[in-house]
């Protein structure tokens, strides 16, 4: 893991940071822009339209924001509208029902832990979910901003990306989180996330001020940041356009606080907003996250290095059957988990989980103190005979990641070859019935032989009602699907389907005549791995 820090002023050591990051950069944002790459033009022309209307109307009106990522750009050597354009990729993923219905690609799933350590100080437990594995965890990175103008702030992140705007911590004691919510909230006159959240580190050192900044600024679309103070304060804020939604908290003595991505104003119903399984899926993490809080609060030692590795443990789940995996719950650290650290601004300190992603507990904590004046970097082993997660489960998940990455680059033997490496080191953990179900669909999308699609029925077949809701809602879509394709004598029973809007994606199928129904449903299916989903590019 790198460790830099910069000194003086902002946009002289933003063109600095561009050379260090000018060969690196090039791999983590080739994979952020292939976020939005679709094999439909009408989709890719609807997501360029709405990258150059932000572009005009928010990064490019408001140079005074944005000289220092001009000064950046220049030093990675593009133009100042291509490192524009990378920076809004995200805020474009989170609006993009808005334009593109069916079309989410990218999902930014997190999460963060707050408590008091045996001395009472405030920890930040964050974990990172985004998709891209093999640049920005290779990239990783912490820098101490020392920068005039700005308090000293360490920041987490990659190369590629200046902005400490991901997640942070502060001299002054404040912790920022930054996490993702689907909406279809579209606001041309608003900041780029990262630029709001440096912006307000500029003006703002305590929660009265944080909340006045936010109070009298506008996102281009809907974020939520998690933030801490010193004294226990815990602020949950969404960011809506023209909107703001804040929850307050006080953490106690005896308190573990968890966040995912759940709408933090309840009125809204995030049920309504693509993708279908995205509620279900925030609703798996939290649960799991419970269930190793309960655990962790029957513990003695209740310190930093405890949490972090409480939050990449997944949670044990057993499995009474093979095949039967309807009891799974995806757990709060997910194959798409980029970074996971604990942050002390009291003392100054982080830990780190170190090495490639997925980032679990393995023994392989990092170490940072003195982050403020001089940071230092060190491995620190845990104790004797302690619990790690196994190779197997390890390089499973990693293998769920890469399939997810060739589902994305519809590389048919690249997608066989990881899900069947998953499936083998899987084989004693619940994750094997997720590798075994999207194996399922990556055969629906490429094989084309009536024996092939015979046996497919069957094996969605025994599938069905063993596995998780949303999931299970997919493999009913399927079968519906073979049934037709094959003529088969068996019918789908369509109240099965639980999803509202997935049981209008059969509807919609059953005009689509028979002879064209394969050909035409597997060119719009969208796997996610990452999330246990599937898009389709249907709007319904």
Not at 152 to 180: N, R, W
Not at 190 to 214: C, P, R, T
Request: with cysteine; proline share 3%; glycine share 6%.
């Amino acid at each position: 893991m790198e460790l830099l820090t910069l000194i003086g002023n902002i946009d002289e050591n933003f063109y600095q940071l561009g050379l260090n990051d000018k060969e690196g950069a090039k791999e983590v944002h080739r994979d952020v822009k292939g976020m939005l790459a679709t094999p439909w033009s009408g989709v890719n022309k609807a997501i360029e339209e709405v990258a150059k209307l932000l572009l005009k109307n928010s990064l490019l009106k408001k140079t005074d924001y944005y000289n220092h990522l001009k000064s950046y750009s220049e030093g990675l050597g593009i133009s100042h509208e291509a490192a524009a354009y990378v920076m809004l990729i995200p805020e474009i993923v989170s609006c993009m029902s808005k334009w593109a219905p069916g079309f989410i690609k990218g999902n930014l799933g997190c999460s963060s832990f707050f408590m008091r350590n045996e001395l009472g100080e405030v920890i930040h437990g964050r974990i990172l979910d985004f998709p891209l594995q093999g640049s920005f965890d290779i990239h990783e990175r912490a820098i101490l901003y020392d920068l005039k103008g700005l308090p000293k702030i360490l920041g987490f992140g990659s190369v590629g990306i200046p902005y400490p705007s991901i997640t942070l911590m502060t001299e002054d004691g404040i912790t920022v989180a930054l996490h993702q919510k689907f909406t279809n909230v579209l606001n041309t006159d608003g900041l780029s996330i990262f630029e709001l959240i440096f912006d307000m580190l500029k003006h703002a050192n305590d929660k009265k001020s944080v909340l006045e900044y936010l109070k009298s600024h506008q996102s281009i679309t809907t974020w939520c940041l998690y933030i801490s103070f010193k004294n226990g304060d815990v602020l949950a804020v969404d960011l809506m356009g023209k909107e703001l939604y804040v929850n307050e908290f006080s953490l106690n003595e005896h308190e573990v606080l968890y966040f995912c991505n759940h709408l933090e104003n309840k009125s809204i119903n995030q049920e309504d907003f693509l993708p279908t399984g995205f509620h279900q899926y925030n609703l798996m993490r939290e649960e799991a996250a419970h269930k190793k809080i309960s655990r962790f609060n029957l513990k003695k030692d209740k310190n930093e290095f405890e949490l972090i590795k409480m939050m990449t443990t997944p949670l044990e789940q057993k499995i009474k059957n093979i095949g039967h995996y309807e009891n799974y719950i995806m757990d709060n650290l997910t194959p798409s988990s980029l970074a996971a650290m604990t942050m002390n601004p009291s003392t100054g300190s982080a830990l780190v989980i170190g090495g490639l992603a997925p980032k679990l507990f393995r023994d392989n904590i990092l170490s940072l103190n003195n982050c403020f004046t001089s940071p230092t970097l060190k491995e620190i082993k845990g104790k004797k005979n302690q619990k790690i997660v196994s190779k197997d489960y390890y390089q499973g998940m990693s293998s769920l990641m890469q399939a997810q990455k060739s589902f994305d680059q519809k590389s048919s033997q690249n997608i066989y070859h990881h899900l069947q490496f998953a499936i083998d080191h899987l084989e004693i953990f619940p994750e094997r019935g997720v590798a075994e179900f999207y194996f399922l669909v990556a055969q629906y999308m490429f094989e084309t032989h009536p024996k092939v699609l015979n046996n497919l029925l069957s094996d969605f077949t025994k599938m069905e009602s063993h596995l998780p809701t949303n999931l299970n809602d997919h493999c009913l879509l399927f079968m519906g699907r073979l049934q037709r394709i094959l003529n088969s004598d068996s019918k789908l029973e369509e109240d099965k389907i639980k999803h509202k809007k997935l049981k209008a994606i059969y509807n919609l199928e059953l005009n689509i005549p028979r002879a064209l129904l394969h050909v035409t449903t597997k060119g719009m299916i969208i796997p996610r791995i990452d999330i246990l989903d599937i898009i389709y590019i249907y709007s319904v």
